[in-house]
């Protein structure tokens, strides 16, 4: 249905009038808890995939309760988490089983841990349901922030009981001052703690770094915590360039330091060096981006990566042809994707 008119009465959008970019009053946050389900039989033949299984997305939850200066999520929220109810996301799941082709779901969340009593309890349902039959055996996926964790280490075990075998999650810095600057609040003695914990029940953890998060920091220094990052016990180490995004704290700082050198949004892919530091020029940027990925291979690790994904997943998953294939040509177009931008 087409309704005529003019925009100047829809809240939550703006637009150009004569010229001038207009912003119309912020729309209210819809009542997230009871949001309807995606309508998912008009999509039964998608073939959306992960390392070769069939993966639908889930969300649980919208918002984020942190702050951290690089993220536009707490923006664009209000600063808010919102959850969804337990059993709603059961019953979504439940939906999602009568699709015998589906065996992985992503929980999309921004924070799926921001209450842990809840999460955990969304883990035991899971297990209780994937016990009596109402659910197929999914294989779950998420972005998890690691300090939480060791607030409730018994949660892991949920988690794996419940079909996690991997993570996503940022780590950003593993030092302290950069911690700070970007608000991220993340000790690095914590990360290792968590990936311990994470590591004892098989769950493969991708956790991606920042370079440029102090502006302060030395060539000298950023090479140096590549290195550091070899002795990790981790998978997956993607990094990435700071990028300040319209909306985050990120972009007002820099902007007042003079630091921004383009407002080409085009190329704020986190790939691509947008800004300048105190100590580093947007080339020796690009120059330190390249070098992480040619000391740490793209991959951490490989083999304990293996041995846990055959825990997890079984033998296989890990030797099947196809997947194995796959992941090969998408390992070779990670390396020209990267290049490219270098």
């Known amino acids: 249905m087409i309704i005529k008119g003019t925009p100047e009465k829809v809240e939550g959008i703006s637009y150009k009038s004569n010229g001038k970019i207009i ?3 912020d729309r209210s946050l819809i009542n997230y808890s009871n949001i309807r389900f995606p309508a998912r039989h008009l999509v039964k033949n998608n073939s959306y995939s992960m390392f070769k299984v069939r993966v639908e997305t889930v969300e649980t939850s919208r918002g984020c309760p942190y702050s951290c200066k690089f993220c536009t999520t707490h923006v664009i929220n209000n600063g808010l988490w919102r959850p969804r109810p337990v059993e709603n996301i059961i019953s979504e ?25 809840r999460f955990e309890r969304l883990c035991e349902r899971i297990i209780e349901c994937k016990k009596n039959n109402e659910i197929k055996d999914f294989k779950f996926n998420s972005q998890i922030r690691l300090d939480i964790l060791l607030k409730s280490p018994q949660l892991v ?31 690095f003695d914590k990360v290792l703690k968590a990936l311990e914990i994470l590591h004892k029940y098989n769950i493969i953890v991708s956790g991606n770094m920042i370079i440029g998060g102090d502006l302060n920091s030395t060539e000298k220094e950023i090479r140096e915590d590549i290195k550091f990052l070899h002795k ?15 909306g985050s704290i990120t972009l007002k700082e820099l902007e007042e330091k003079n630091l921004i050198i383009t407002k080409d949004w ?18 020796k940027l690009r120059r330190l981006l390249t070098y992480s990925y040619e000391e740490l291979k793209y991959l951490n690790k490989p083999g304990r990566m293996i041995l846990r994904v055959i825990k ?5 998953f890990v030797l ?11 390992y070779l177009k990670m390396k020209l994707f990267y290049k490219k931008f270098n």
Do not use: C
Request: hydrophobic share 40%; charged share 25%.
């Open 312 to 316: 997890t997943r079984g033998t296989m």
């Open 157 to 187: 075990k949920k988690m794996a009981g419940a079909g996690f075998w991997m993570i996503l999650t940022g780590i950003e810095s593993i030092r302290e001052k950069t911690q700070r600057n970007l608000r991220k609040g993340l000790a």
């Open 232 to 246: 990790i016990d981790i998978e997956f180490l993607p990094f990435s360039l700071l990028t300040p995004f319209p």
């Open 93 to 117: 799941l439940k939906i999602i089983s009568q699709n015998r082709r589906i065996s992985d779901i992503f929980l999309v969340d921004d924070n799926i841990t921001a209450d842990t009593k």
């Open 23 to 25: 912003h119309t009053p």
């Open 320 to 330: 099947n042809p196809i997947r194995f294939l796959s992941l090969v040509k998408s």
């Open 266 to 283: 085009s190329k704020y892919n986190i790939l691509t060096p947008v800004i300048k530091t105190y100590k580093l020029s947007p080339e």
